[in-house]
C-alpha cells in the first residue's frame, strides 16, 4: 500500500486546532502528528497520513489553517511506512504499562499492550491516549482498586486493554460511535488475552448499556466539546468514590472542560499537561 504524507509548517497556536479537528473528523486521515521545532517550540509542523492522494487545499480549508503553512505532499515509500511502523512507532512507555507493535516486544516488567498501527487512534503515541494511561498508572499507584470500568470512544481498545490487563478482576465495558473501531477494538483485546470485555457501539451514553449505570472509573479521551456535552452523562454514571480520566483537551481547553465538571459537583483531583494536550483526573466525593 502507498501511503501519502500531508505536511503544513507554521506557528503552533492555529496548528494544535488544526491536529484537533482533523483528529475529530469521521473520515479523516489514518493518523495526525503534530511536532514542534527543537530551536524555536512556537513553531512547528503537522503531518497527515492517507491511504490515497489527499487533496492539499481541500484539507488546508478543513484544518482552517491559511495559505502562510506551505503544504508539501508526497507519497512515503513502501519500505518508508515499514520503517515507520517498525522503527519509527518504537513502543510507548506510560507508567506500568507499554504499548507496542508486533514488530517490537515491550521492555521487561511491563504490561504489554499489542497494538497495531492502523485506522483506528490508539496507538499510544498521541499525547492525549499516554496521558490517560499515566493517570490511571498513578491511581493504581495510589492504591485506587475498581470493580467497574467504562472506556467512551475506545479507539483501538488501548484503554479498555490496559483496564482489562491491570485488573483481571474488574467488568469492562467499552464504547465507541464509530462501528469500525468497536471491531477492531474488539480484534485487539482478543490478540491481547482481553476478549471479555464487552465492546459495543453508542453515541456517548446513548445505550441500554449505560442506563442508570455506575463505573468505579469512566475514561473519555473524546476532545473538549464531547467531554463538555458528555459532563452530566459523565457525572450521572459515577458513584461516590469513582473517577473519570478524562482527555482530548488542548492545554488552553482545560479550564473550561473542567469548570463544567466543577458545575457538577464534581472535584478536579488533576490535570496534567502532555505535548501540549491535558488530562483531567474527575472525582466524586
Ligand atoms: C481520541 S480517540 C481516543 C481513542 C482511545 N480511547 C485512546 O485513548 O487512544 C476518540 C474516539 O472517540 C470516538 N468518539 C467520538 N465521539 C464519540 C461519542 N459521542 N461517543 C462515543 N465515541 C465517540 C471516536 O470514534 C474515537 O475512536
Known sequence: ?????????????????????MM????????????EREEDETEGWIELLYAAEPDAEAVRETAGLSNDYPAICEPLPEEDWVKLSQSGLPPVIAGRFALHGSHDAAPEGKIAILIEAGPAFGTG????????????????????????VLDVGTGTGALAIAARLALPHAEILASDIDPDAVEESARNAEKNGAADIDFFAADGFDHVKLVAKTFDLVF????????????????????????????GLLESQADEVSAA?????????RQDPLE?????????I
Not at 475529530?24 to 511536532?35: R, T
Not at 465538571?261 to 483531583?269: K, Q, T, V
Open 261 to 269: 465538571y466543577l458545575a457538577l459537583g464534581l472535584h478536579i483531583e
Open 220 to 247: 473519555a479521551n473524546i476532545l473538549a466539546r464531547p467531554l463538555i456535552d458528555l459532563a452530566p452523562a459523565i457525572g450521572r454514571a459515577l458513584h461516590d468514590g469513582s473517577v473519570a480520566i478524562l482527555s
Open 276 to 284: 501540549g494536550w491535558s488530562t483531567l483526573v474527575v472525582r466524586r
Open 24 to 35: 475529530a473528523l469521521e473520515n479523516g486521515p489514518l493518523s495526525v502528528s503534530l511536532f
Open 1 to 21: 500500500m502507498t501511503l501519502w504524507k500531508l505536511v503544513f509548517s507554521g506557528p503552533m497556536g492555529p496548528l494544535y486546532a488544526a491536529s484537533e479537528t
Open 125 to 148: 503515541h498521541h499525547g492525549t491516549t499516554r496521558g490517560c494511561l499515566i493517570a490511571f498508572d498513578a491511581l493504581l499507584d495510589g492504591g485506587f482498586e475498581p470493580d467497574s
